[in-house]
């Protein structure tokens, strides 16, 4: 048996400032006041702020396969460090995770490890090559309980399988989770497809690449009846389909990444491929747009798409570089940044998109996301906003540092996680009273 | 000036300094020994990823004449395709002690990389970057136009001309370089191509576009006519469909006889090379006396050595 912890005067959601207790990884007191048994470790809270575990919905961990960019191990480390507690692992790994077999795998491998629960996605189409539907059920009905299944890297584009699958999801309550990108529109592309594309000679992405097959996607949900999850939206035109598309009343949900809040293409000025990313940093119009979107509900969730790469894979010629960024320990900083300093979201709001709204679309809504009261389990994040730090790619505990925010300061950051009352992350402040 | 990455990056000024140079040195070629012993000990790099002779000769021709030591480098490989890396060259370059790298490479922004990131020392001189930019090109198309249509060239800029450029403006480094350094110089440029070879997000650019050559030869009183190459199987095949076929182009966009005599007279025919006789250009246009194209390729030479004593020497104070 851990011992008791004592979490005081830390601000619940950011609204109202109280002590929670903490035993067997259940939190069993919560109040002004509380009483602690004596060998309870105390943690003092003050001026923090405490949110139900974060939750990932969009996580590259790349093992099975590429294990020079990322294990199940460090990805976890990484993830805890950015105050999560849950992740959901992409399937795009080698072998792909299109079977029972491999998200078996990799569940049990992140269990071992103990640091984040993580939750497999199951690919959408055998080895995602878009004509095959893999066995969902198997992946589904596994010890993983698959209920995302993504090709994320790639598109279904085929529409016919992308309605079979909307179709097929619904005998085990699964969703498809799109990478929306349409391939003939964006063959060799590189980057954004406006000014800064034009003058840099890199070949343009346009948004309607993405948002033709979002409006396409929400129709067919519509039609079938079905869950869509839309990943990383990333233009103002997405947001507005799928406000459409709510207000028709299309169950569709949608994420947006971290550094689509942030940053634009102006970044890629320089050629520097850490700012390489698919889809690719957009206008400033669009980084307005999603904010807004964000901010109106018509995004539901701020997911990281945590893609790590090794140097090798960066340090080349832009065309020849891998698209992705790390982003795991760096998400609620910018959220913190482009949504909370802002005005534009509150700490209520950043539990609903970060925690509470990916558990319900990844179906472990029983275990994650839930409120910090008496009876829950402990999934606990303490953010410090008021801890400014410059972040420092090389310094993270993931095995890649292809991170695009080097140098960029936050204002805040998680300082201490707990997974069912376990600390996963705890800053330096803190590791005495642990010890 | 340490490096030559982009037409963009020049004033006014250090563009008509190197044309004013390159006129110097165009001058020493007319003499009986045409080597300068300027850039005696230094060593120039010729590192070409992508296959491009004539432009390699004229950058060998040019460190040679200033008596450079010159190496080619011919790395057909990249990270792409699983040869050296950028990277891993450059290093090699370093460790060779190459004072100056000239490079043309198939990725857009690569010269800017080997300049930026730090892994060698050297200079830097864009020879062609992907469909980025290619500013020697600019720099010897803006002395050829300066030679011939502005009366005293010495020192002054290309203000008054008008410049129409015809064909796949989308993939044109050539294209996108002129339009730089012919606005920094003060001339109006007409970029002439079907939608398709025009980049999205072009509203910026200094410069008018029109859609048919004959609408710019109708509303333009053009001093130099520029045709791009057109990259015949790019184009239509593959799915690619920027036009219907050579045929439609040629009568939308080349330049025939017919067309040419719609010229004002004194109005040049440039073309960057190597030319598709029949397909932008026929022959009759191409070898017509108000055809510079040939001098174009000597004007490269002395615009090279131009850059090449403004990178490696002007530091050094001589003039």
């Known amino acids: 048996m851990s011992r008791p912890i004592v979490i005081e005067n830390a601000s619940l959601y950011g609204d109202t400032t109280a002590t929670i207790l903490v035993e067997d990884g259940v939190i069993t007191a919560v109040g002004a006041t509380v009483d602690a048994p004596d060998d309870a470790v105390v943690v003092d809270a003050t001026g923090l702020i405490a949110l139900p575990g974060l939750v990932d919905i969009h996580t590259h961990l790349r093992e099975p396969g590429r294990e020079d960019a990322e294990t199940i191990e460090t990805g976890s480390r990484s993830a805890a460090i950015g105050g999560f507690t849950a992740v959901h692992a992409m399937a795009n790994t080698t072998p792909v995770a299109d079977t029972a077999g491999v998200v078996e795998q990799v569940w049990s491998r992140g269990k071992e490890i103990g640091l984040v629960d993580v939750y497999p996605v199951g690919a959408v189409t055998v080895g995602l090559d878009g004509t095959q539907l893999s066995e969902m059920g198997a992946m589904a009905h596994s010890k993983a309980r698959v209920r995302i299944f993504s090709d994320d890297g790639k598109c279904v584009h085929d529409p016919v399988i992308m309605r079979r699958a909307l179709e097929y999801a619904k005998t085990f309550d699964g969703v498809i989770s799109q990478h929306a990108q349409d391939p003939r529109l964006t063959e060799g592309s590189q980057m954004h497809e406006g000014e800064v594309s034009a003058e840099l000679g890199l070949a343009g992405w346009p948004a309607v690449a993405e948002e033709s097959i979002i409006a396409r996607d929400v129709l067919l949900a519509g039609h ?50 850490r700012f390489k990313v698919n889809p690719p940093l957009r206008t400033q119009a669009d980084v307005d747009a999603v904010r807004a979107g964000l901010a109106d509900g018509t995004i539901d969730v701020v997911a990281t798409d945590h893609a790590p790469h090794p140097d090798e894979d960066k340090d080349c010629e832009w065309a020849a570089a891998a698209m992705g960024m790390i982003g795991l320990e760096t998400a609620v900083g910018i959220v913190q940044k482009t949504m909370v300093d802002t005005g534009a979201l509150t700490w209520r709001d950043v539990a609903r998109v970060m925690s509470e709204a990916p558990a319900r679309i990844g179906r472990v809504e029983d275990e994650h996301g839930r409120p910090i009261a008496v009876g829950e389990p402990a999934h606990l994040t303490l953010i410090d906003p008021a801890d400014p730090w410059t972040v420092d790619p090389s310094a993270s505990a993931s095995r890649s540092n292809n991170s695009p925010f080097g140098g960029i300061e936050l204002p805040g950051r998680a300082v201490a996680t707990f997974l069912r009352g376990v600390p996963t992350h705890l800053s330096p402040r803190f590791e005495g009273a642990f010890a | 000036m340490r490096h030559l990455l982009s037409a963009k990056d020049l004033s006014r000024d250090d563009a008509i300094l190197i044309l004013d140079t390159a006129a110097q040195m165009a001058a020493t070629q007319e003499r009986e020994v045409r080597k300068l012993p ?66 043309r490479h198939w990725a857009s922004g690569a010269a800017s990389r080997l300049a930026t990131s730090g892994w060698m020392h050297g200079s830097v001189l864009n020879a062609g970057d992907g469909t980025h930019q290619h500013p020697t090109q600019a720099l010897l198309d803006a002395f050829t136009m300066r030679k011939h249509l502005v009366t005293d060239p010495l020192g002054n800029d290309l203000a008054g001309l008008t410049v129409a450029i015809v064909g796949d ?81 040629s009568r939308i966009y080349g330049l025939d006889g017919a067309r040419m005599r719609r010229l004002p007279d004194h109005a040049i025919i440039m073309h960057p090379g190597p030319m598709n006789r029949g397909l932008e250009i026929s022959a009759e246009a191409a070898d017509s006396p108000r055809s510079v194209i040939v001098e174009q390729v000597a004007n490269g030479v002395a615009v090279r050595m131009a850059a090449l004593y403004l990178l490696l020497a002007g530091e050094e104070g001589a003039a």
């Not at chain 1, 233009?235 to 940053?263: F, N």
């Not at chain 2, 001339?187 to 200094?206: C, F, M, Q």
């Not at chain 2, 333009?220 to 076929?245: K, N």
């Open chain 2, 38 to 103: 300027t850039l005696r000990g230094k060593t120039v790099v010729n590192l070409f990823f992508e296959d491009s002779t004539r432009t390699r000769i004229s950058f060998e021709a040019a460190a040679k004449r200033l008596s450079a030591d010159v190496i080619n480098f011919s790395a057909k490989g990249s990270s792409v395709s699983k040869g050296e890396s950028l990277k891993d060259t450059a290093l090699t370059l370093q460790a060779m002690g190459a004072d100056a790298v000239v490079v």
């Open chain 1, 224 to 273: 079938v009846g079905s869950r869509l999850n839309v990943c990383h939206l990333s233009t103002a035109g997405s947001v507005e389909i799928v406000r459409w598309a709510k207000s028709r009343g299309v169950d569709v949900t949608a994420e947006v990444m971290p550094h689509h809040l942030l940053l634009t293409d102006e970044s890629v000025r320089g050629y520097n491929a």
């Open chain 2, 169 to 249: 403006v989308l993939h044109s480094r050539v294209a996108r370089s002129n339009v730089q350094l012919l606005h920094t110089l003060g001339a109006t440029v007409v970029l002439v191509a079907p939608p398709t070879l025009v980049p999205i997000g072009i509203d910026p650019w200094p410069c008018d576009v029109v859609h048919t050559l004959d609408q710019a030869l109708d509303a333009y009183d053009i001093d130099a006519l520029m045709m791009l190459r057109v990259q015949r199987e790019r184009m239509t095949g593959g799915g690619a469909a920027f036009f219907p076929s050579p045929e439609e182009y």
